[in-house]
């Protein structure tokens, strides 16, 4: 199966920040990379797929990139909707595989 | 609108069977893949397992491999995830999701279904 590791597991930030969450995946799974935010008690929401592109009707703060096996998901200028966990997902092989998850919390 | 919904919440015993379905509506349920996720207490994601309605072709993740099967009914677009004999590990929350063709990734999700596993 193919690991995925992101960093860091909680991240502490201000509204109006921007922040950086990365993703490392054991081998290369070229763009085949998946971003999902995840709220309280609700389901998750696609963000980001192949690594960059944008989900339809998903603000452009939001901005994905990487390929191989480096990957970063960047939120520009934080709100108050975006504290949240976000998680990666790869689906280059099955099994698909997510990170642990990164808790974006308020400072 | 498509639209994923899933079954209400079970509590149950270790040893006992359980089937939770996730109905479809809004798309053509036969040309999408739908897979399982679960959460368990407090973690992460973790992929169970998908199911192509047109076929039926499964794939499971090794970690359940044999512990849970995937199923359909057509008829009624709905997605089935059982067990036959529950585990305290059980315990989770299990969410359906849709997966677009060529992207691959879970698009729409279903609301959740928590199963709750305790003797």
């Known amino acids: 199966d193919i690991q995925m590791t992101q960093s860091p597991s909680t991240l502490s930030a201000s509204v109006g920040d921007r922040v950086t969450i990365t993703c490392r995946a054991s081998?290369?799974?070229?763009?085949?990379l998946a971003w999902y935010q995840q709220k309280p008690g609700t389901a998750p929401h696609l963000l980001i797929y192949e690594a960059s592109t944008l989900e339809s009707g998903v603000p452009s703060k939001f901005s994905g990139s990487g390929s191989g096996t480096e990957f970063t998901l960047t939120i520009s200028s934080l709100r108050p909707d975006d504290f949240a966990t976000y998680y990666c997902q790869q689906y280059e092989s099955y099994p698909w595989t997510f990170g642990q998850g990164t808790k974006v919390e308020i400072k | 609108e498509v639209q994923l919904v899933q079954s209400g919440a079970e509590a149950k015993k270790p040893g006992e069977s359980l089937k939770i379905s996730c109905k479809a509506s809004g798309y053509s349920f036969a040309d999408y893949w739908i897979g399982w996720v679960r959460q368990m207490p407090g973690k992460g994601l973790e992929w169970t397992g998908i199911?192509?309605?047109?076929?039926?072709?499964?794939k499971y993740s090794p970690s359940v491999q044999g512990q849970v099967t995937i199923s359909i009914d057509r008829s009624i677009s709905t997605a089935y995830l059982q067990w036959s004999s529950l585990k305290a590990s059980d315990t989770a929350i299990y969410y359906c999701a849709r997966q677009r063709p060529g992207a691959r990734v879970l698009d729409y999700w279903g609301q959740g279904t928590l199963v709750a596993v305790s003797s």
């Open positions: 081998q290369s799974i070229s763009s085949w």
């Open positions: 199911i192509y309605p047109g076929d039926s072709d499964t």
